[in-house]
């Protein structure tokens, strides 16, 4: 194809997306539309998947059968989001394999969150309730994206999030009408969990690289800094509600915007996270990886056991 | 593959076995198209794909990867290699002739108002 048929097919495809048309994967697209797509989504199911790992930490020891339930259900539901989310990327040309070999040595990336620690039992209400409230910002406006498999994967992963964060904001209710130390631990949790859950929404617009992109194929609405604002808005009151004390000394009610003020993110540590140093990141990757190797007979015995199956059925037709 | 093993696999006459057992391990399960009836009167819709070592496993991993929350009656697994799916590069020969044939539409059909029920 020469550069000019390429340009128009080009402008013909940015045509659809405008007009709110979606893309699906057997559509003529951009290289660039889709390396962006693989990249984004496979990070989107690196994240889901590592995400499991800081709650299933506390499975075990969840203080009541409910409370074990509804925690199992919820880690359960993050696998289901990966998967979705593994299987919508490899409709673009990418195998399964390759998303894991990319994960597993570190050149993907996965949401900077899920490389702090959840010490109390306190963290598994932060979590749900900042995490993954955070994460519904974000994957809202995703559900009309223009990719096809994309946008219905989200659509099917916002379903369930919201049962997510309700169990964790009822957890921290449940804390915070408790004894003095239980409120503490509340308070403790949402002091480890504010800042790096704002961070969670990605660095400010000034710095963000791939926004203006990124806006015009709907992988994004909003910017950043907007996504962010509209976190901490619709977060404060629901910490009041808990009687609880943002961990942010600089942050006030702003009668003219009708939004908060907030004080300064230490963007350092952020980048210091994303850049592999954070407090869990060897950790994770140690147990991802290691799920994945010591996994690996299980899958083969699965694999030679079918074969045997099939060769059984082939005999008994001949 | 660690060298030492291999050598000594290839002193002990055993490299066939190895190698077979080494092309069976890295065979990935195959990928499997789900397609889930959410209740009796619906047809089955695709609900998204995923990976099995068989059709046992894709119906049981179907079950709770796509039906956590009581979506579906009934599951179709079907493995995705075997379906064959039209190209979007020749939608127009492929669908083009259905748009200029009006007079199958029933409001091609020109009656009084006065006929009713119809
Ligand atoms: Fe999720
Ligand atoms: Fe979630």
Known sequence: MSDKEIKNLEEIFEARIARDEKIEPKDWMPEKYRKTHIRQMSQHAHSEIVGMLPEGNWITRAPSLRRKAALL????????????????????????????????????KYSSIFNYPTVTWADMGAIGWLVDGAAI???????????????????????EESFHQRQGYEIMLKLCNGTPEQKEM??????????PSLMMLGPTDAESIHTEQSMKWKLKRKSNDELRQQFIDQTVPQADILGLTIPDPDLKFNEETGSYDFGEIDWDEFWQVVKGHGPSNKK?????????????????????????QEKKKLKKVS | MNQDFLVLCLESG???????????M?????????????????????????????????????RDVYTRRSEGVSIWVVESKNITA??????????????????RHPTFYDLPDEVKHM
């Open chain 1, 73 to 108: 259900a919820k880690v359960q539901d993050e696998a289901g989001h990966g998967l979705y989310l593994y299987s919508a990327c490899e409709t673009l040309g990418i195998s399964r394999d390759e998303m894991y070999e990319q994960l597993h040595t570190g050149k993907a």
């Open chain 1, 137 to 159: 910002i974000n994957q809202v406006p995703l559900c009309n994206t223009s990719f096809g498999p994309y946008a219905r994967a989200m659509v099917r992963v916002c379903k």
């Open chain 1, 186 to 195: 509340a308070q403790d949790a949402l002091n480890r969990w504010w800042w």
């Open chain 1, 284 to 308: 994770r990757m140690k147990a991802r990886v290691g799920a994945w190797e010591e996994g690996a007979w299980v899958r083969d015995a699965a694999m030679a056991y079918a074969e045997k």
């Open chain 2, 14 to 24: 055993s490299v066939a076995v190895l190698i077979q057992k080494h092309t069976n």
């Open chain 2, 26 to 62: 890295s065979k990935n399960w195959p990928l499997w198209e789900i397609f889930v009836r959410s209740k009796n009167g619906l047809e089955h819709r695709h609900f998204g794909s995923l990976h099995a070592a068989d059709a046992d496993m894709a119906l049981e991993n179907a």
């Open chain 2, 86 to 103: 039209s190209n979007p590069e020749h939608n127009g020969e492929l669908f083009e002739p259905a748009q200029d044939k009006v007079y």
